[in-house]
T-cell receptor
């Protein structure tokens, strides 16, 4: 079967750096997405990786290793507003999205 | 720019009652449209998707149905709600013909079946 694993919850301190990991086992691979979802709100798109390596967007970066079935989202200079759930989703060979359950990130002052 | 509207934001319905959730997209033509359900502690579950008017693909057999009466309108329905239908329902769209484009979500509907 197809599976996406990410930690259920993480805690970090304001101003620090946090890395949220995602491992996947899917039937084929056509890209990996990261979304941010604040409580009670809709997910919003953060990043897309289809080739190995690091993609940087301001304070957020996303890394992909296809051979290891592994990605991480790196958040730098954490702010209180970064408290949210972070969803990892992989597009399989049929271009269907497989979603992880999300990682709830708690930022403490 | 494109926008997506989904309503209502919250809904409390008794078991056995009907359901109709509506979603509309503005600023684009022939979008791919999706209905997802999100349960606590679980990944987003794709319920239905549509690549054009009148074309609906169902991913999960259940007592829900979807319709696309107009190009940018997507409706999620049920004739008789079950307790297990409670959850957070999300409508989303993506550009046509771009298989690996990110999804853009509506604000969601929190449905509680009592």
């Amino acid at each position: 079967g197809q599976n996406i694993d990410q930690p259920t919850e993480m805690t970090a301190t304001e101003g620090a750096i946090v890395q949220i990991n995602c491992t996947y086992q899917t039937s084929g691979f056509n890209g990996l997405f990261w979304y941010q979802q604040h409580a009670g709100e809709a997910p919003t798109f953060l990043s897309y990786n289809v080739l190995d390596g690091l993609e940087e967007k301001g304070r957020f970066s996303s890394f992909l290793s296809r051979s290891k079935g592994y990605s991480y989202l790196l958040l730098k200079e954490l702010q209180m507003k970064d408290s949210a759930s972070y969803l990892c989703a992989v597009m399989d060979s049929n271009y269907q999205l497989i979603w992880g359950a999300g990682t709830k990130l708690i930022i403490k002052p | 720019s494109q926008t997506i509207h989904q309503w209502p934001a919250t809904l409390v319905q008794p078991v056995g009652s009907p359901l109709s959730l509506e979603c509309t997209v503005e600023g684009t033509s022939n979008p791919n449209l999706y209905w997802y359900r999100q349960a606590a502690g679980r990944g987003l579950q794709l319920l239905f998707y549509s690549v054009g008017i009148g074309q609906i693909s169902s991913e999960v057999p259940q007592n829900l149905s979807a319709s696309r009466p107009q190009d940018r309108q997507f409706i999620l329905s049920s004739k008789k709600l079950l307790l297990s239908d409670s959850g957070f329902y999300l409508c989303a769209w993506s550009p046509p013909g771009q298989d690996n484009s990110p999804l853009h979500f509506g604000n969601g509907t929190r449905l509680t079946v009592t």
